[in-house]
């Protein structure tokens, strides 16, 4: 057994652990020169991370060492530039096509545009357009959006920047080549300096994996949980990242490893794949692209081992409907009144449930419209139960509305449970209801199941008014007394009346009552309050007090209540005199509960097949 203070090793990180065993080895490559700060880089450096989209952050090796992230920050940069100039302002300045070339060609597209903002001439023009839109604060936006990304802040190496200030002829050609066609403009050297600093920013591997996580979670950083990008700007920079992340090895890189990815010639790399994790690596040593050559072999290795090339997806749409049945299989919520039964048994087709599961896509929904498109097929009450749905996309979403809206025959009524109040879907199913879309939503599959068999059973003239007072012989627990049992049992028992708001029964107290409803309505609610059955007139709760359970649920008066109140003390007293309707009152409990376990069987096999 292990101590109660230690972790076991989860296989991703033996993974991590055991690759980066294997590629310390490995010995290619040259740091980088050019900038003569970054070639005091210890080569034997190496750092691999990975952090989920649930916050999770694996390490091996050296993964706490800054360095200077260079040109993984125009990923961030791009997606910034997009969310706070717009995506028309910055798309007209800067193409998206790959260059074919090195990232520091001194060369424009035939428009005079630079290629795309992955290669210096791109990334110059978007901090040149930031600059020229925020002036001064055009770095210092940048730093704050980069440590967004990592989710802390992060500092500058000051002698990296100047280093890169004194040798950087070649990016001054590109800056000045920009202003002669109107890519930037202003004081080339004080955008160069934004530029420059921009690159001397210091990250770790760690930070490039949370970074990564953060392209991969939407623009939300799993560890802060703040949004740093909008949908718009990550789609579109991972899009770049694809085709001009890794340089002039772009091609080779998306063919191999197929994950969008930004390097840096400080050793670094960023990988992100959407909604399922970030990668970061470092290692100084580079290849003749100027990409980590550790880093490279890493990321390779861990597409190869977990099957993570981004077009390598075997998604399966029909999974996510885990059961779809109408109450001809599955039967009606026991405990009704027999004319009630009757009438939902003669129309058990009347509701249909269709039980979904994981993540509602483009590609699920639209698979879900079509199990639709019979007519024969439609019900009266189409219960779609989202309990298990864990996000729906916004394609998902519109197909959904359009489901509702416009499939969907006006004589049907779309039900929509299993969404509570602190379900990540409530404010996108909040926003279809404010669009106009008729959809009843509730919390719970067996609420919603009650409700459409309320309406079912309205619809054709079987509903009590709840204000009509009822009597012991409507009652399903009473089934089969005779008038005298029922006079002596009525006479036994006391009237009691709830104003509407009380709570009758708190969860878990010692069962001591039985109460039969009369008149009113009232509600069986989770401690979270959330409705899960209503009772009318001819309804009994309370009832497993008759064999000493307690109920894990509290029930409210929704209305004022008249109930029969029988004690457990006084039901004991009438089975001693009484011991034929006691005797018939325990089968029909058995009944009961037989009826709901019947239900919860049914519904369990049509979910498991």
């Known amino acids: 057994m292990p101590h109660p203070s230690t972790t076991l090793e989860t296989p991703l990180l033996r993974f991590l652990k055991d690759t980066h065993a294997d590629f310390s080895r490995i010995d290619e490559g040259e740091v980088a020169s050019y900038i003569p700060e970054l070639g005091k880089a210890n080569p034997d450096h190496f750092g691999i991370a990975v952090a989920t989209t649930d916050g999770h952050v694996y390490e091996a090796g050296d993964t706490q060492v800054p360095f200077t992230i260079q040109s993984v920050s125009k990923a961030m940069v791009f997606a910034l530039a997009l969310d706070l100039l717009g995506a ?111 690159c001397s920013v210091l990250v770790t591997a760690r930070d490039l994996a949370v970074m990564g996580a953060t392209f991969a979670n939407h623009g939300v950083n799993p560890l802060t949980g703040a949004t740093v990008a909008s949908n718009y700007a990550v789609a579109r920079t991972l899009a770049v990242m694809s085709s001009s992340g890794m340089y002039d090895f772009a091609g080779e890189w998306i063919y191999r490893v197929g994950v969008p990815a930004k390097s840096g010639v400080g050793g670094g790399i960023l990988a992100a794949l959407p909604s399922q994790l970030g990668l970061g690596t470092f290692s100084p040593r580079l290849d003749m692209h100027g990409n980590s050559v550790r880093g490279i072999r890493t990321c390779e290795a861990i597409s190869e081992a977990f099957d993570l090339h981004m077009l390598s997806r075997r998604d399966d749409v029909r999974t ?55 007519p024969a097929g439609v019900p009266e009450f189409l219960i779609l139960n989202l ?39 409530t404010p996108q199913l909040k926003a279809l209801r404010e669009q106009g879309v ?45 008038p005298q049992e029922l006079a002596d049992l009525s006479r036994l028992g006391t009237r009691v009346v709830f104003p509407a708001g009380t709570r009758i029964i708190s969860a878990n107290e010692p069962p001591a009552r039985v109460y039969f409803l009369l008149r009113g309505m009232v509600s069986a609610r989770s401690v979270g309050d959330v409705r899960l059955s209503t009772m009318i007139p001819g309804m009994v709760f309370g009832e497993m007090a008759l064999i000493e359970q307690p109920r894990s649920t509290d029930v409210w008066a929704d209305t004022e209540a008249v109930c029969v109140e029988v004690t457990a003390d006084q039901f004991r007293a009438f089975q001693e005199t009484h011991a034929r309707a006691a005797d018939r009152i325990m089968r029909n409990l058995a009944i009961l509960l037989a009826g709901r376990m019947r239900m919860a069987t049914a519904r369990i096999e049509m979910l498991t097949g």
């Open 88 to 198: 028309e302002r910055v798309e007209a300045a800067i193409g998206v096509e790959p260059s074919g070339e090195a990232f520091n060609s001194i060369r424009l597209r035939a428009d005079n545009k630079p290629f795309n903002a992955m290669v210096n001439a791109g990334a110059i023009a978007c901090s040149g357009l930031i600059a020229e839109s925020t002036g001064g604060d055009a770095f210092e936006l940048i730093r704050q959006a980069l440590g967004r990304f990592a989710g802390r802040e992060l500092g500058v190496d000051e002698a990296v920047f100047e280093s890169e200030r004194s040798t950087g002829d070649r990016n001054r050609a590109i800056a000045y080549l920009l202003r002669t066609y109107g890519g930037v403009t202003g004081d080339v050297d004080r955008l160069l300096d934004v530029y420059f600093r921009q």
């Open 320 to 374: 996510c409907i885990v059961a779809d049945y109408d109450f001809r299989t599955v039967p009606s919520k026991p405990g009704r009144q027999p004319h009630e039964q009757d009438i939902l048994s003669a129309r058990s087709g009347a509701i249909r449930a269709i039980e979904l599961a994981g993540k509602l896509s483009f590609a699920s929904m639209d698979y879900v419209t079509r199990r639709l498109t019979d």
């Open 387 to 425: 309990h298990r749905v864990a996000t729906i996309t916004d394609a998902g979403l519109r197909l959904l509305t359009g489901l509702i809206k416009n499939q969907l025959p006006a004589a049907t009524t779309a039900v929509i449970a299993g969404v509570e109040a602190a379900s990540p879907l």
């Open 438 to 482: 008729r959809v009843r939503i509730f919390p719970t599959y067996d609420a919603a199941v009650e409700w459409a068999e309320d309406q079912v059973v309205y619809r054709h003239g079987g509903f009590s008014r709840i204000e009509v007072e009822a009597d012991l012989s409507r009652q399903a627990l009473l089934a089969g007394l005779s």
